[in-house]
């Protein structure tokens, strides 16, 4: 309930201040007794205060700002089938060695590659042609952080 009456104060403001709602800043809502304010706008562009004499009642501190993310942890490499060229992009925390797969075969699928991670073991994957006498070529940045052959037979 008061995510919506704090989202239906926003839209006022922007309609009161000519701002169209579907350029306005920020948005409310709620579910069961928890609720979120949130900014369209991401990293340190991202920022909130709040106002009025009951923010403490909710809220630790009055003013927020995002974080810019850390993109230099970022891992990239490509995998070519001789037709199509995936270029994989590693820019998540994955919980364990099968999301990072999924993720990658996900990659692949999407640039239609005819290839699949597949896993070696808790810490190790492997790049397979999905068809026969698919030739395999690894390239980019980061291939050699990964992978020690970077073609296959």
């Known amino acids: 309930m008061v995510g919506s009456a704090v989202d239906s104060t926003i839209q006022q403001y922007c309609n009161d201040h000519g701002i169209n709602l579907g350029n306005r800043p920020m948005a409310a809502m709620g579910f069961g007794d928890t609720f979120f304010i949130s900014t369209f706008k991401i990293g340190s562009n991202a920022a909130i205060t709040l106002g009025g004499n009951d923010w403490s009642f909710f809220f630790p501190t009055s003013h927020f700002t995002g974080i810019d993310e850390d993109r230099l942890k970022n891992r990239t490499f490509t995998v ?74």
């Open 80 to 153: 070519s089938d001789g037709v199509n060229t995936a270029t994989v992009l590693l820019e998540w925390q994955y919980l364990d060695m099968d999301d990072l797969i999924g993720d990658i075969n996900d990659q692949l699928s999407n640039a239609s590659v005819s290839a699949s991670a597949v896993k070696v073991n808790e810490n190790q994957f492997k790049i397979i042609a999905t068809l026969a006498k698919v030739k395999l070529t690894i390239g980019g940045a980061n291939k050699d952080q990964f992978f020690d052959v970077f073609q296959t037979q």
